[in-house]
T-cell receptor, first 114, second 112 residues
Framework: GENVEQHPSTLSVQEGDSAVIKCTYS??????FPWYKQELGKGPQLIID?????GEKKDQRIAVTLNKTAKHFSLHITETQPEDSAVYFC?????????????FGKGTHLIIQP | AAGVIQSPRHLIKEKRETATLKCYPI?????VYWYQQGPGQDPQFLIS???????DKGSIPDRFSAQQFSDYHSELNMSSLELGDSALYFC???????????FGPGTRLLVL
């Protein structure tokens, strides 16, 4: 089955700086890669996703890049703010039938230092 | 906008008891997913349903079963509960035509 590795497990950055979280996946059939933000005691919230036919996607301060050859995708957050502090999960699925379960990375605890 | 609704939000059970968790998807969503998240861990996919049929299966224990009803809501039934079943249980929903999954607030299950 799919295996998703995520690094780093903890990331501390100064407010206003950029943060980058990296993930690799093992199943070459995976073609859908969402990123979720999870605050303490809450459900994961989708922040951005990318499909395999796209190399990069941006939404305001958040961007995701995908390298299918290397089986690698990354989340970039610019101009970080205190409210960006949370646990971020990358995930992957094959999207074969539209109801595939997601395989998550272990998560990155992002800490924004004021 | 309406979100996924899960009930109950908190549940305390004794070992060997049974529990039923409910999930009401976003209106017009036809697909539901169940995930289990242990403390400090990532969500683990359990099972998904589309049009009342099981669609994908993950690491769901044999003691657990789930179903989806004609109004698209879903229930996760958990029997012979073990201490290790203590976790957050999330339901997510989507349209079958789109991969994007939207998660609910979760049910926190504590097994004593």
């Amino acid at each position: 089955g799919e295996n998703v590795e995520q690094h780093p497990s903890t990331l501390s950055v100064q407010e206003g700086d950029s943060a980058v979280i990296k993930c690799t996946y093992s199943d070459s059939a995976s073609n859908y890669f969402p990123w979720y933000k999870q605050e303490l005691g809450k459900g994961p919230q989708l922040i951005i996703d990318i499909r395999s036919n796209v190399g990069e996607k941006k939404d305001q301060r958040i961007a995701v890049t995908l390298n299918k050859t290397a089986k690698h995708f990354s989340l970039h957050i610019t101009e970080t703010q205190p409210e960006d502090s949370a646990v971020y999960f990358c995930a992957a699925s094959t999207g074969r039938g539209g109801a595939d379960g997601l395989t998550f990375g272990k998560g990155t605890h992002l800490i924004i230092q004021p | 906008a309406a979100g996924v609704i899960q009930s109950p939000r908190h549940l305390i059970k004794e070992k060997r008891e049974t529990a039923t968790l409910k999930c009401y998807p976003i209106p017009r969503h036809d697909t539901v997913y169940w995930y289990q998240q242990g403390p400090g861990q990532d969500p683990q996919f359990l099972i998904s349903f589309y049009e009342k049929m099981q669609s994908d299966k993950g690491s769901i224990p044999d003691r657990f079963s789930a179903q989806q009803f004609s109004d698209y809501h879903s229930e996760l039934n958990m029997s012979s509960l073990e201490l290790g079943d203590s976790a957050l249980y999330f339901c997510a929903s989507s349209l079958i035509t789109q991969e994007t999954q939207y998660f609910g607030p979760g049910t926190r299950l504590l097994v004593l």
